[in-house]
């Protein structure tokens, strides 16, 4: 045993730290829950060389995942192993995580004797991840506190601005000139459920939403859950459409360009397509390994699909067999949630899953090969959770605030009063 003072079983060590569960199943994200599962029990007695091998595996399905690495700095602190705490530690600099080392490592005097210098690194890299980047003005932010707003569309030619809440099962506009207050556009005559995702289609006068089901779901009396791509009148919320598809478990997300849409499903890891107004949805691609979809976007000639515990995934235009872009070093792509592109075709991701969360440039090389992540929002204090962006203008709506935290799935109530949605403009740099 050395310095560090054993305590396995909450020990901070996270181990049992996961993303949200996928209906699938084999998919890469059951593989590295095996290897956590292993991983805990070796720790547990204390054969924390074989936990160490089984956490390097379920990282090389899961790099850059934040409790992951933090698990290597703990095991290897267990085990007695200072240069593979430094490597943990470092690692988790180099994919511009923020990490309060304080706080987090045990035998942090340990380290700072057997190398101040790398620890005096370790302090500046962490500080600079954590250093707030851009600027954003506040767009609205009416009293729909009880609504728990999920998604997010904004009208290209008026900057209306569409948010769909989860815990009531509407979707309200919101006025460029009366960012305070809000109209219910649509669930009061036609019933919907949790919406989960909004994409306005000008050419063709439609909102785009994604219902669904969740525990925060308020049902009445005889209803089912379900789930469904509605399109709706942009201007007067009246139900044009449902469309639904064998198979579906729950829409999480979906985009739309040119009159065509993507849908993901995040429980059931499937993509639809809509090509066109008068179509059929349609199943586009569909692989054992997705775990959880989430947002969505066409660029650079392929559609690109975030998963939460994965990290991105190319959809090849002519095969729609699904890629899974290799994770730069220099990046963290586990927790990502929304995706937009710009006109330039330029992709923009929302993290919520590891710190520091916010806005972040995905950056391509000459050959289209993901190489980094550059921050473009974060360190605001209105970022709470945020889920998703749309780009009008020249900017990106964030929907910057979330609060699940505070709609658990019993329904209990929380201490104060829930927070109000905050959505923020960011100009694309």
Same mark, same amino acid.
């Given at each position: 045993?050395?310095?560090?003072?054993?305590?396995?079983?909450?020990?901070?060590?996270?181990?049992?730290?996961?993303?949200?569960?996928?209906?699938? $199943?084999? $998919?890469?994200?059951?593989?590295?829950?095996?290897?956590?599962?292993?991983?805990?029990?070796?720790?547990?007695?204390? =054969?924390?060389?074989?936990?160490?091998?089984?956490?390097?595996?379920?990282? $090389?399905?899961?790099?850059?995942?934040?409790?992951?690495?933090?698990?290597?700095?703990?095991?290897?602190?267990?085990?007695?192993?200072? @240069?593979?705490? #430094?490597?943990?530690?470092?690692?988790?600099?180099?994919?511009?995580?923020?990490? +309060?080392?304080?706080?987090?490592?045990?035998?942090?005097?340990?380290?700072?004797?057997? +190398?101040?210098?790398?620890?005096?690194?370790?302090?500046?890299?962490? *500080?600079?991840? !954590?250093?707030?980047?851009? /600027?954003?003005?506040?767009?609205?932010?009416?009293?729909?506190? =009880?609504?728990?707003?999920?998604?997010?569309?904004?009208?290209?030619?008026?900057?209306?601005?569409?948010?769909?809440?989860?815990?009531?099962?509407?979707?309200?506009?919101?006025?460029?000139?009366?960012?305070?207050?809000?109209?219910?556009?649509?669930?009061?005559?036609?019933?919907?459920?949790?919406?989960?995702?909004? *994409?306005? @289609? &000008?050419?063709?006068?439609?909102?785009?939403?994604?219902?669904?089901?969740?525990?925060?779901? %308020?049902?009445?009396?005889?209803?089912?859950?379900?789930?469904?791509?509605?399109?709706?009148?942009?201007?007067?919320?009246?139900?044009?459409?449902?469309?639904?598809?064998?198979?579906?478990?729950?829409?999480?997300?979906?985009?739309?360009?040119?009159?065509?849409?993507?849908? $993901?499903?995040?429980?059931?890891?499937?993509?639809?397509?809509?090509?066109?107004?008068?179509?059929?949805?349609?199943?586009?691609?569909?692989?054992?390994?997705?775990?959880?979809?989430?947002?969505?976007?066409?660029?650079?000639?392929?559609?690109?699909?975030?998963?939460?515990?994965?990290?991105?995934?190319?959809? =090849?235009?002519?095969?729609?067999?699904?890629?899974?872009?290799?994770?730069?070093?220099?990046?963290?792509?586990?927790?990502?949630?929304?995706?937009?592109? @710009?006109?330039?075709?330029?992709?923009?991701?929302?993290?919520?899953?590891?710190?520091?969360?916010?806005? #972040?440039?995905?950056?391509? @090389?000459?050959? /289209?090969?993901?190489?980094?992540?550059?921050?473009?929002?974060?360190?605001?204090?209105?970022?709470?959770?945020?889920?998703?962006?749309?780009?009008?203008?020249? &900017?990106? #709506?964030?929907?910057?605030?979330? %609060?699940? =935290?505070?709609?658990?799935?019993?329904?209990?109530?929380?201490?104060?009063?829930?927070?109000?949605?905050?959505?923020? !403009?960011? %100009?694309? %740099?």
């Amino acid at each position: 045993m050395n310095a560090l003072t054993l305590s396995i079983s909450a020990a901070a060590l996270l181990l049992g730290a996961a993303f949200p569960a996928s209906a699938q $199943s084999p $998919s890469l994200l059951d593989a590295s829950r095996a290897l956590r599962e292993e991983m805990r029990a070796a720790a547990q007695i204390e =054969d924390f060389e074989t936990a160490r091998r089984l956490n390097t595996a379920a990282l $090389s399905i899961q790099p850059g995942h934040s409790a992951l690495l933090n698990n290597a700095v703990l095991l290897a602190g267990f085990a007695g192993d200072v @240069d593979g705490q #430094f490597a943990a530690l470092e690692a988790m600099a180099a994919a511009g995580l923020s990490y +309060d080392l304080e706080a987090s490592v045990r035998n942090l005097v340990e380290l700072e004797t057997a +190398d101040a210098e790398r620890i005096a690194a370790l302090r500046t890299a962490f *500080a600079e991840n !954590a250093t707030p980047v851009g /600027s954003a003005r506040l767009v609205a932010s009416p009293p729909l506190g =009880d609504a728990l707003i999920e998604a997010l569309a904004v009208d290209n030619e008026t900057e209306r601005v569409y948010l769909g809440g989860v815990a009531e099962r509407r979707i309200y506009r919101v006025e460029p000139f009366a960012p305070s207050e809000f109209e219910v556009f649509a669930g009061e005559d036609d019933p919907i459920g949790s919406i989960f995702g909004l *994409a306005a @289609d &000008r050419v063709n006068g439609r909102l785009y939403a994604v219902e669904g089901v969740v525990p925060q779901t %308020p049902l009445g009396e005889g209803e089912t859950s379900g789930t469904a791509l509605l399109a709706l009148d942009l201007e007067t919320g009246e139900l044009i459409e449902r469309y639904t598809i064998d198979g579906a478990v729950r829409m999480g997300d979906l985009t739309v360009r040119d009159g065509v849409v993507f849908v $993901s499903d995040a429980d059931g890891g499937r993509i639809y397509r809509l090509n066109g107004p008068r179509a059929e949805l349609e199943l586009y691609a569909e692989d054992t390994r997705f775990a959880s979809l989430q947002g969505l976007a066409q660029a650079r000639g392929a559609l690109w699909v975030v998963d939460y515990a994965l990290g991105l995934w190319r959809i =090849d235009p002519v095969t729609r067999h699904a890629h899974l872009q290799p994770s730069p070093e220099s990046a963290s792509l586990i927790g990502l949630d929304g995706l937009v592109a @710009d006109r330039l075709g330029r992709l923009f991701v929302i993290r919520n899953g590891a710190a520091p969360v916010g806005v #972040f440039e995905l950056v391509f @090389d000459a050959q /289209s090969r993901l190489v980094g992540m550059e921050p473009v929002l974060t360190g605001d204090p209105r970022i709470g959770e945020p889920t998703t962006a749309r780009v009008s203008d020249g &900017r990106l #709506f964030v929907n910057a605030d979330a %609060p699940w =935290d505070q709609f658990p799935e019993d329904g209990a109530a929380p201490e104060g009063p829930r927070r109000t949605p905050q959505i923020l !403009a960011v %100009p694309i %740099p």
